[in-house]
């Protein structure tokens, strides 16, 4: 298993989170979801997946986000996901390859609309082209 965990902050998102919680399968990583009070089927769904569930008021994603961050175990890397987002197959390992001792890893990013279909990419600058 890649030392690596996701932390996914939701609320009612049964419409879109297991396709998340399908692509972060295939990267074979650890998932932390961080609820916020759904009421939709989204935590019988991260129990049949048997997803760590942790709860965090609504109101605010990204003190979820960092709660869920500081509440994980230590694995060599955290990141975050939100519960409309995946991941293709592989693209974890080949970031971890290309950046072996990076403190910060970033990639490209491809926006679908509701049936998945590609509507846009967003290719991530290079290196030089960030703010130091």
């Known amino acids: 298993m890649t030392d690596l965990t996701y932390v996914i902050p939701k609320l009612n998102s049964i419409r879109t ?8 399968a295939s990267e ?3 998932v932390c ?6 009421t939709d089927g989204t935590l019988e769904l991260c129990r049949r997946w048997g997803v760590r569930v ?4 609504p109101g605010n994603m990204y003190k979820a986000i960092n709660h869920g961050l500081r509440t ?11 519960s409309d987002d995946w991941l293709y197959t592989g693209s974890v390992q ?3 390859n290309a950046a072996p001792d990076a403190d910060f890893v970033y990639g490209d990013c491809d926006f679908v609309d509701a049936q998945g279909r590609l509507a846009y990419a967003r290719r991530a600058p290079r290196p030089d082209m960030l703010i130091p």
Request: charge should be negative; avoid cysteine; charged fraction near 15%.
């Open 33 to 38: 979801v961080v609820d916020s009070g759904s």
């Open 94 to 96: 080949r970031l971890l």
């Open 72 to 82: 994980v175990e230590p694995t060599e890397w955290v990141a975050y996901i939100n």
């Open 28 to 30: 074979d990583v650890r």
């Open 54 to 57: 942790l709860h965090f008021p």
């Open 17 to 24: 989170l297991g396709m998340t919680l399908t692509s972060l």
